[in-house]
């Protein structure tokens, strides 16, 4: 059974940093494309960062771009996401995602999601 748990949201001012965490487990994490999603109030998920099984980024949005970085451990089957300079638009529930054939926008398609953890941004 595919697991995946996410970790780290919280509260922040303008301009904090945090940094979340997406353990999985329950496949071959190591030969699979992640991903990042989030989805703020009325809005849709978007798809703002996704990693090779490598580690080497395939894609970031223009909105997250010089701010968050992903990055992953396969050793501890684990996904990372640095986020800093943090604005009030970034509030939102961030989800990970494993498992895409094509590991980049648009066309990736993930096949797990973790539940998601929040993130609020005050000005």
């Known amino acids: 059974q595919v697991q995946l748990v996410e970790s780290g949201g919280g509260s922040v001012q303008a301009g904090g940093s945090l940094r979340l965490s997406c353990v999985a487990s329950?496949?071959?994490?190591?030969?699979?494309?992640m991903g990042w999603f989030r989805q703020a109030p009325g809005k849709e998920r978007e798809g703002f960062a996704t990693?090779?099984?490598?580690?080497?980024?395939?894609f970031t949005a223009d909105s997250v771009k010089g701010r968050f970085t992903i990055s992953r451990d396969n050793s501890k089957n684990a996904l990372y996401l640095q986020m800093g300079s943090l604005k009030p638009e970034d509030t939102g529930m961030y989800y990970c995602?494993?498992?895409?054939?094509?590991?980049?926008?648009?066309?990736?398609?993930?096949?797990?999601w973790g539940q998601g953890t929040q993130v609020t941004v005050s000005s």
């Open positions: 995602a494993a498992v895409s054939r094509r590991c980049s926008f648009p066309g990736a398609d993930f096949d797990y």
């Open positions: 329950g496949y071959t994490y190591r030969s699979s494309c």
């Open positions: 990693i090779y099984p490598g580690g080497s980024s395939a």
